[in-house]
């Protein structure tokens, strides 16, 4: 069945109604007339009362949007009346609207009387003071304007529950009668008395004589209406039939809403209807069914099948699918612009959802990266370790034999480019031993400045800006002018033909919006270094996979792609983070940020003097767990003159330590297996032997190697020559005492 048709049977049945009403009143008697009349007046009445508690509803969800205002959270008086005052313009039907502070007293309100009012004997505050998310109503003559009004409070409670304070709005009472006495068309008298009998609202014929704020308490009308369970209209001896609001809502707030009608009206209504009502319902019927047709075929039809179009455009995942203006009025309209608001917010959705699936992805796949050559780079570390000693021994045995020799100092020379080779995947994977120190970032490059040139060459010109009053940042120097020499190195690869290259220096402040090349944001701080060149640039896909490691656009030979990948694992690791931007022929611009320094620099410890004691047969713990690096660290002990111990994990170095008296140097590996690492096994070692030396080595370190309180501990990063070793078992032995 079609919706016009169901539309059209609805309108016979409601017409039925009314037709078969009519035709009883033919029937009917005078007085049943009147009785209908009077059944009338309370609709009227109850229809008044079923309005005025919607506009309670609303007043005590305006409440309670009002109560998590920030601008009412104040103890500005003069503020929260202002807020009040433009709250009330937007609200006529209310004479004011004002807060209560929890010892009854008035703190501020929309008229901005900056009256001072106690109005803890007012019952609706009272009553307020026990509610929880309610309100409370009461009809009263209001003590700022003395109209009467009903007060609707509100208790604003601390997510403790203490009452912080309470909102009361004054519904204007003679508006609201006013408003429904042009409603009816002045046919009916309205009247709205409190529970003692005090008039409120009076009505505005003639034939009334109590005036407002006057009393009916003794009269046969008010015993009417403050009957419990009485009848909900009636004739009354003070003269006319009256019907009365049973709404136990309204009630319970203490006012009384009644209808009325003089006995003459009554009973002219009750005859004038019986005709107008037969000729009145034939033409509505005409009327109705004429335009009923109409607006289903013309207008109903025609909005509803734009609203399934958009419907099934949506159902098939088309969210750019609107319905086009002009739109209708009433609900049909509303559903329109509904549809077209909720297509264009789930769009907005899918587009940022698509975008944080990128950046999520992207991360994700960087740090799977940082994963994979962290690990490979420490194992690698361990061999090259191994292959840089043992070629060291070949060397030196074999330096009667040139060409010997010489492979022996090649396969030293592939270690130490592998060495370089795996400090940049370290680099990248944040896993690399820093060493910050509290620099100034622009004088680190000042220092740079001629070398930065002569990498440059002629053909490009160079500048360099350094902001005033920089902040000092913790930063490893070293690592620091390797990733300043990769961008500058990047840069003018970039311009083979000449340009200009600008080093900047700044202060910077970044916020939510400002993210890194990974689409995180870290809000602070920082020390902004920007190298900017004028060459290529790189188009959107290459600019995606810059920071990727081993992806280069240069020609074979000419780049490792490690550059960059370096640049951004030294600058997270550091807790910075790296921002970049390029458009083909405009040029790259890449912005490294370190996090600004929040203590005052402290003093450089002097620098120990440099010892040249030789190894005199002291004992020394070596603990490694890869077999072939602890064998060859063990013979290069030996080599240099030490007695050494060996263990493969923590727990057995320990047991050692226990059974040896002579041991003067612990040297650990500090990532082991088998739950205790170097650290760990540092802090208990020196608990069995305080005086005991302590010196770290390891191929890569998650985080920095954090020494036990009170342990003066050193680090040697594999793979290390054999001087280097020597260098640090002296300078670790000769260190000062506990």
């Known amino acids: ?21 009519v035709g009883l009143r033919f029937m009917q008697n005078r ?3 009147i009785d209908a009349a009077l059944a009338n007046l309370a609709a009227s009445a109850d229809d008044i009362a079923s309005d005025l508690g919607e506009k309670i509803q609303g007043t005590a969800q305006l409440h309670y949007g009002l109560a998590r205002a920030r601008d009412l959270d104040t103890r500005d008086k003069a503020a929260c009346s202002a807020f009040l005052s433009d709250v009330r313009e937007e609200y006529p039907q209310f004479t004011g609207i004002l807060t209560i502070d929890p010892d009854g007293h008035l703190f501020c309100d929309s008229l901005r009387t900056n009256r001072t009012l106690d109005l803890n004997d007012r019952g609706y505050f009272k009553e307020v003071k026990t509610l929880q998310g309610v309100v409370a109503v009461e009809p009263v003559f209001g003590r700022l304007t003395g109209l009467s009004v009903l007060q609707i409070a509100y208790p604003v409670r601390s997510e403790t529950g203490a009452l912080k304070f309470v909102l ?6 003679n508006k609201f009668a006013e408003f429904h006495d042009k409603r009816l068309l002045a046919e009916k008298d309205i009247l709205f008395v409190d529970a003692k009998g005090t008039v409120l609202a009076a009505p505005k014929g003639g034939g009334w004589s109590v005036p407002v704020g006057g009393s009916i308490a003794g009269s046969d009308l008010f015993r009417f209406a403050a009957a419990p369970d009485g009848e909900p209209f009636r004739e009354v001896t003070d003269g006319g039939g009256w019907g009365v609001a049973r709404s136990p809502a309204i009630r319970k707030a203490g006012l009384y809403i009644l209808v009325g009608r003089s006995k003459d009206v009554l009973v002219a209504a009750a005859n004038r209807r019986l005709y107008e009502d037969m000729a009145i319902l034939a033409v509505a019927s005409l009327l109705l069914l004429g335009g009923l047709w109409i607006l289903t075929t013309v207008s109903i039809g025609r909005q509803v099948g734009r609203l399934a179009a958009m419907a099934k455009r949506l159902g098939r995942g088309d969210l750019s699918a609107r319905i086009p203006e002009p739109h209708p009025g009433g609900e049909l309209g509303g559903l329109m612009t509904l549809l077209n608001s909720t297509a264009e917010s789930l769009e907005q959705q899918r587009a940022a959802i698509a975008d944080l699936s990128h950046k999520l992805s992207q991360s994700q796949k960087m740090e799977a990266m940082g994963q994979l050559t962290g690990g490979v780079a420490h194992d690698f570390n361990n061999l090259l370790t191994v292959i840089l000693g043992n070629s060291e021994h070949l060397a030196d045995r074999l330096a009667g034999n040139k060409e010997l020799h010489r492979i022996a100092n090649d396969i030293a020379t592939a270690a130490e480019r592998g060495s370089d080779l795996t400090r940049s995947l370290l680099a990248f994977a944040r896993k690399q031993p820093l ?12 220092g740079m400045k001629q070398l ?26 070293g690592q620091l002018a390797t990733a300043v020499l990769n961008l500058v190195l990047n840069a003018r690869d970039a311009m083979p033909d000449g340009g200009k290259l600008m080093v900047e220096v700044s202060n910077a402040s970044l916020g939510e919006t400002d993210i890194d090349v990974n689409g995180e944001a870290r809000p602070g701080d920082y020390v902004m270094l920007s190298v900017k060149d004028t060459g290529s640039g790189m188009s959107s896909e290459v600019l995606g996979r810059a920071f990727e490691p081993f992806f280069t656009t240069k020609e074979v030979g000419k780049g490792t792609g490690l550059g960059l990948s370096m640049v951004y694992g030294f600058a997270r690791q550091s807790g910075g983070l790296v921002q970049m931007q390029s458009e083909p022929g405009q040029g790259s611009v890449v912005r490294l940020f370190f996090p600004r320094l929040a203590t005052p620099p402290s003093e450089d410890p002097p620098p120990a003097e440099q010892t040249v ?9 070596l603990v490694e767990d890869d077999d072939m690096v602890r064998a060859y660290i063990e013979n290069e002990l030996r080599t240099l003159g030490y007695r050494v111990i060996t263990a493969s994990n923590g727990p057995a170095a320990l047991e050692l330590l226990r059974q040896s008296d002579d041991v003067r140097l612990l040297f650990t590996d500090v990532v082991m297996p088998g739950g205790m690492f170097g650290p760990e096994l540092a802090r208990q070692a020196t608990v069995l032997r305080p005086d005991l030396k302590v010196l ?7 985080d920095p190697v954090k020494t036990p309180d009170g342990i003066d501990a ?3 990063t594999k793979p290390f020559r054999r001087q280097d070793l020597a260098a640090m078992l002296r300078s670790a032995l000769a260190a000062a005492p506990r």
């Not at 100034?440 to 490059?445: K, L, M, P, W």
């Open 1 to 21: 069945m079609s919706l016009r048709t169901r539309l059209l049977i609805l309108v016979i049945a409601a017409m039925l109604v009314p037709a078969i009403l």
């Open 31 to 33: 007085a049943s007339e």
């Open 168 to 173: 009361l709005a004054s519904f204007n009472l």
């Open 435 to 446: 060493r910050p120190r509290e620099i100034d970032i622009a004088e680190q490059v000042t």
């Open 452 to 477: 930065l040139r002569r990498t440059l060459g002629e053909h490009i010109e160079s500048s360099f800006t350094f902001a005033p009053d920089l902040w000092l940042a913790s930063v490893d120097p």
């Open 613 to 621: 004691t030789q190894a005199d047969h002291e004992t020394i713990l």
């Open 696 to 702: 770290f080595t390891s191929g890569y370190s998650q």
């Open 714 to 716: 050193r680090i040697l």
